[in-house]
């Protein structure tokens, strides 16, 4: 009986060590959780700092690539011209263009027609282009009041025969820089006794393709004989005397001769304006010697005020420095094309 209750106090005891330990494991572990709870705080920090960095880099780098974007936009980047940035500029435009049709696409019957319109008027202008703007231009007798005006494409005595397309008034318009440096020229000449009598200056494309369409029919042959009666009118084109362009569309080309005030006449240039052929050549020797002082009166004036000729048409002038070399202009000759 002693043995027995030996044992179940030594188990007992056992059970009582057993039972202790396990408690102060159980101390153990809230220590360790708050142990790990301050690297949690810990790592937290870290993680939050390792985030707050990267952010900062962020900034930094967008700070650093706006930086360039303005940079950009300030100075064209190397090899880059003007006509690029045009055409980038217009490509934006276009998207933006696009972009606002998508935007307006739920807007109502009214708005849309509307836009419809204004979306019409500004392709027509953007249409017209440079090549439709006279701001530059002016009449040419507002520029020179002593200029007397035969403006033959309005009248139907031309090599055409009919009035040419274009020509809606009997009117002679040209650039303002033209205008000017031909006033000076009918100044010198006023003092000698002459004035300037102006044939034509500002031909719009519309006349020069109306030239190319009756030139390409050589059955039309009515005005052969006043015109070009050496010619076949087949050879026009090959020999210069027809071009799909010409001078006269740029604004500053005038073709003109010299009024005497005395006479109350042309004077005699020993040939008559837009004949075709070699009695046109200004240094042609087959006319009189009177008749050659006659042409040289008149260029050595156009040439001493910045006009310069050409060799196949007495006539015919061109500005030096004519503010449009590259540009053909397409309005039509009326006072009101200038007024706009």
Not at 61 to 85: C, F, K, Q, W
Not at 238 to 243: K, S, T, V
Not at 262 to 268: A, H, I, L, Q
Request: glycine share 6%.
């Amino acid at each position: 009986m002693r043995r027995s209750v030996n044992k179940i106090f030594i188990i007992l005891s056992v059970m009582a060590l057993v039972l202790s330990g396990c408690g102060k494991e159980r101390e153990d572990p809230g220590v360790f959780e708050e142990y790990t709870g301050y690297f949690k705080t810990d790592k937290t920090t870290e993680k939050t700092t390792e985030i707050t960095t990267e952010k900062n880099k962020e900034d930094a780098t967008e700070d650093t690539r706006n930086d360039s974007i303005e940079d950009i936009s300030e100075e064209p980047m190397e090899g880059e011209t003007e006509e690029n940035l045009e055409e980038l500029t217009e490509a934006g435009a276009e998207e933006s263009k696009e972009k606002l049709s998508d935007d307006m696409s739920d807007e109502s019957p009214e708005n849309e027609a509307e836009e419809t319109t204004e979306s019409q008027k500004l392709a027509d202008n953007t249409a017209a282009g440079p090549e439709a703007d006279a701001s530059d231009f002016v009449l040419l007798t507002e520029a020179v009041p002593d200029a007397i005006l035969e403006i033959r494409y309005y009248s139907t005595y031309n090599f055409v025969g009919e009035r040419i397309d274009g020509y809606e008034e009997p009117v002679a318009l040209i650039t303002k820089e033209a205008g000017a440096a031909l006033k000076e020229v009918s100044d010198d000449l006023v003092q000698k006794g002459y004035r300037l009598k102006i044939f034509d200056a500002y031909r719009p494309q519309m006349a020069v393709d109306n030239f190319v369409d009756w030139a390409e029919d050589v059955s039309d042959t009515k005005m052969k004989e006043y015109f070009y009666p050496e010619l076949d009118k087949s050879v026009l084109f090959n020999q210069g005397y027809i071009a799909k362009h010409s001078g006269h569309s740029r604004g500053s080309t005038v073709d003109l001769t010299l009024f005497d005030m005395e006479t109350e006449k042309e004077v005699d240039m020993g040939g008559t304006f837009d004949y075709f052929g070699q009695l046109s050549h200004p240094d042609y020797t087959g006319i009189t010697d009177e008749q050659y002082a006659n042409r040289k009166i008149l260029r050595d004036a156009m040439t001493a005020h910045g006009f310069k000729p050409i060799t196949s048409e007495w006539w015919h002038f061109t500005l030096v420095n004519e503010p449009y070399p590259n540009t053909y202009f397409t309005f039509p000759v009326n006072s009101q094309s200038v007024g706009k």
